[in-house]
């Protein structure tokens, strides 16, 4: 029963230190909004220009969210796998 609480416990802990991290998303979403707000009022039209984007081609770029969700699946997949392996092992003692 105490592993039971202190698996909920923690489980509730990490959730909590998580919500700081979505506050921040949020706020970025508002600041891009904030962002082109300042530019339209107060950007002077005096020769600037917006920098073009990286010269990188989009296939070379296309792999990264590949190549991350790849590895999150592979992690999750491996956490599964342990936590079931120590379950079963808890059932047979």
């Known amino acids: 029963m105490r592993r039971v609480l202190l698996a909920v416990c923690l489980s ?3 959730v909590l230190l998580q919500v700081p991290l979505a ?3 949020i706020n970025d979403r508002e600041t891009v909004r904030t962002e082109s707000e300042f530019k339209k009022h ?3 039209k005096s020769g600037y220009q917006e920098q073009s984007p990286s010269d990188a081609t989009p296939t070379e770029s296309q ?3 590949i190549a ?3 590895s999150g699946v592979g992690l999750l997949a ?3 796998v ?3 392996f120590n ?3 808890l059932v047979r003692s």
């Open 87 to 89: 379950v079963r092992k």
């Open 82 to 84: 342990l936590v079931t």
């Open 12 to 14: 509730v802990a990490v």
């Open 78 to 80: 491996c956490a599964v």
């Open 63 to 65: 792999w990264v969210p």
């Open 42 to 44: 107060y950007e002077f």
């Open 23 to 25: 506050v921040a998303c």
């Open 68 to 70: 991350a969700t790849g």
